[in-house]
């Protein structure tokens, strides 16, 4: 008898393994889904719009240094209804009287200004590009270990189906006083095992598949 559940249990793990060494995740990588889950997350990630901002409001000051060489100039106009007589500023004609007041300062500024807001304009280019390729790095690695967790779970729902087929085989040997008792307690050990893989397996999923969607904005369900 225990010769037997040695043999079924040889044929039990063996026979897994061969399933096992037939099975990869290449087969399950979608490349054209996976760009479209880049896509995804360079629309929807909270970083990408905040610097979508950014480069709008430096496209905004560069704008604003080159359009503001007349603040250099400062227009100024009083009125007067009629002359008066004041010695010490004395005032000789009435109306309308305008006056322009140039800044050397303020003009001497501008270049500078200009350069710093395309500078800054350069700095937010080049975040955007760094995080544009973080970003897709990040999504290709969550991809790939969402299908590897995938693949392992299939893998562990397999072994578990085998275990009970093989505790069902022990179980009914055993009541009918063909199998030991210790061959059957080794069977459901076996199944036991399996079964806390199998969840184990099914958390790295969950995880993963949880990783995968912070990133993206939405489930992956509603992705086709």
Do not use: H
């Amino acid at each position: 008898m225990v010769k037997n559940l040695i043999v079924v249990l040889f044929l039990f793990v063996f026979g897994n393994k061969t399933t096992n060494a037939q099975e990869s995740m290449i087969p399950d990588v979608s490349y054209t889904y996976l760009e479209k889950l880049i896509s995804i997350a360079k629309e929807n990630f909270p970083r990408v719009k905040s610097l979508e901002n950014k480069r709008n409001i430096a496209a905004l000051n560069l704008s604003r240094a080159k359009y503001s060489w007349f603040d250099v100039l400062t227009f100024s106009y009083t009125y007067q209804p009629k002359p008066t007589l004041n010695i010490i500023n004395p005032i000789f004609f009435n109306g309308y009287q305008a006056g322009v007041s140039f800044n050397v300062y303020s003009l001497i500024q501008k270049p500078f200004l200009v350069k710093q807001a395309k500078e800054e304009s350069k700095i937010v280019e080049s975040d955007i590009l760094e995080y544009d390729i973080f970003l897709t790095n990040d999504v290709k690695q969550k991809y790939f270990k969402y299908i590897q967790a995938l693949t392992i779970l299939r893998l562990q729902n397999k072994s578990v189906q085998d275990a009970e087929s093989v505790q069902k085989l022990i179980q009914y040997k055993f009541e009918k006083n063909e199998e030991s008792y210790a061959n059957y307690s080794q069977a459901s050990l076996i199944l036991s095992n399996s079964k806390v893989i199998k969840i184990s397996s099914e958390a790295n999923f969950l995880i993963a598949k949880s990783d995968l969607e912070a990133l993206l904005g939405e489930k992956l369900e509603n992705i086709n």
